[in-house]
């Protein structure tokens, strides 16, 4: 992060400070601002709304129901997948520990390395909170629940929503409408990250190649590298030859002989450069060729839509693309997928659409990523998580069912106390190795 946006993020937050530290001393709004420290809850008493739903009590109870089964499922498949985690890095040190530097343990957009701070990771996140406590909010008052308030918790931005219940109510709530209640928020968050995956499936399915030699990287240690040609560079002409695609760099190459020198026009950045570039003989394995050769490599349309339909198509798709930030941001954007989350050089290797057409791409793909993160984190079987909450009362009720009712507290503080050591357990073991600490047993 430059110097200029540390000074800017410091100047925000500090008028924020400023902001709540007067309404706060002037006691302004007190119906509908609460304070927690240096958070500001915005809320509202005004949530008749919430009872329309209740004309849909059947279809919601049977959502509810399908959604608490599969709230189930994603929160065994996490937890048996994080303890699986935990038990690979005891044997072997975590790989890209990058992820657990100190400030990438919080999703917080502009701050954790691999979300940045746009339009579309803001909106992204704001839906997913919200979306996440109106199924609350609609659970609730389907089970004759009553809602005190709701609304947002803000630090600068809004980092959450809340749904305010009757404490009453959901205390003398059992069984199915209270794990209903508490699962619909995940419901949603996946319901959502499902039709946002089918979204980018179509929306990337709309992108065309365009003819244009786009130089997606530089191979060290060869010509192109000696002579400082920089990534992420469109070639316009070889030897005063206009070039359009990659194609015809090739068929310009195919003329060459090791040691000859081209010229090689470049833009990059918007700015237009000549290199005058010695080739070299072509690296073992390439092939009997006599041509010259640059180490350039261009940016494969083929492949990277290749990728994406393997991310989608598979069972674990969800789980492959939520990756991409780290990919992107931690390493250098190897899967050519970067467009998906903010604006690359590289697509002007791809014919746009229509105009707009990466930005809602990439307030899709952020729907779909914090939907999906939200969705996933929260089915966890940990309190205060809504997973740990669904797990103490299906707990509850089993052990009652087989006339031991003791038996449900047992049973849910094992399942926390296994899941939260093996979260904790990855975290710590991460960040030592993150401080160059190898930690193996």
């Not at 601002?33 to 949530?47: D, E, M, Q, R, S």
């Not at 008749?48 to 279809?59: A, K, Q, S, V």
């Not at 657990?100 to 954790?112: E, M, Q, R, S, Y």
């Not at 990439?362 to 929260?378: A, D, E, H, K, P």
């Amino acid at each position: 992060m430059s110097l200029n946006w540390i000074f800017i993020i410091l100047f925000i937050v500090s008028l924020y400070l400023a902001v709540i530290s007067y309404i706060k001393s002037n006691n302004l709004w007190e119906k509908h601002i609460t304070f927690f420290g240096p958070f500001l809850a915005l809320k509202t008493y005004n949530v008749r709304f919430l009872d329309w739903f209740r004309n849909y009590t059947g279809f919601f109870r049977i959502y509810g129901t399908i959604g608490a089964i599969v709230v189930a499922v994603v929160s065994v498949f996490f937890s048996v997948l994080m303890i699986f985690s935990f038990l690979f890095y005891l044997k072997e040190t975590p790989p890209n520990t990058e992820i657990f530097h100190a400030t990438n343990l919080l999703a917080i957009p502009g701050v954790n390395d691999f979300i940045p701070l746009t339009f579309a990771v803001i909106f992204g996140l704001v839906f997913a909170m919200a979306i996440h406590e109106l199924g609350h909010g609609i659970l609730v008052r389907v089970e004759d629940m009553r809602v005190k308030s709701t609304g947002l918790l803000f630090f600068v931005i809004p980092i959450g929503a809340f749904v305010e219940p009757d404490e009453e109510d959901v205390e003398k709530s059992r069984g199915m409408p209270k794990i209903r209640m508490f699962g619909a928020g995940i419901t949603n968050n996946l319901v959502v990250s499902l039709i946002c995956l089918v979204l980018l499936a179509g929306l990337v399915g709309m992108l065309t190649p365009s003819d244009s030699a786009y130089i997606y990287g530089v191979h060290t240690g060869y010509p192109a590298y000696n002579a400082s040609v920089p990534p992420d560079s469109l070639i316009l002409a070889i030897d005063g030859e206009t070039v359009s695609s990659y194609m015809d760099v090739s068929r310009i190459l195919n003329g060459t002989s090791p040691g000859d020198t081209i010229s090689l026009s470049i833009l990059n950045s918007g700015e237009e450069s000549l290199y005058n570039i010695t080739l070299s003989e072509w690296p073992e394995g390439s092939g009997a060729k006599d041509s010259g050769f640059m180490g350039i490599s261009y940016y494969n349309n083929q492949v990277i839509t290749d990728t994406f339909s393997a991310y989608t198509l598979s069972p674990l798709g969800p789980m492959f693309l939520s990756y991409i930030p780290i990919n992107v941001f931690m390493g250098d954007d190897t899967s050519g997928l970067g467009f998906l989350l903010i604006d690359r050089p590289y697509q002007v290797a791809w014919n746009e659409p229509f105009p707009g057409y990466f930005q809602i791409l990439q307030v899709v793909f952020w729907l779909f990523w914090w939907n999906f993160v939200l969705g996933t984190f929260n089915a966890l079987p940990l309190v205060p998580l809504d997973g740990g909450y669904i797990l103490r009362e299906a707990a509850d009720r089993f052990a009652e069912r087989i006339g031991r009712p003791s038996l449900g507290k047992v049973i849910s503080g094992a399942v926390i106390f296994i899941v939260l050591f093996a979260l904790i357990g990855t975290i710590f073991i991460g960040v030592l190795a993150d401080a160059g600490i190898s930690f193996s047993v």
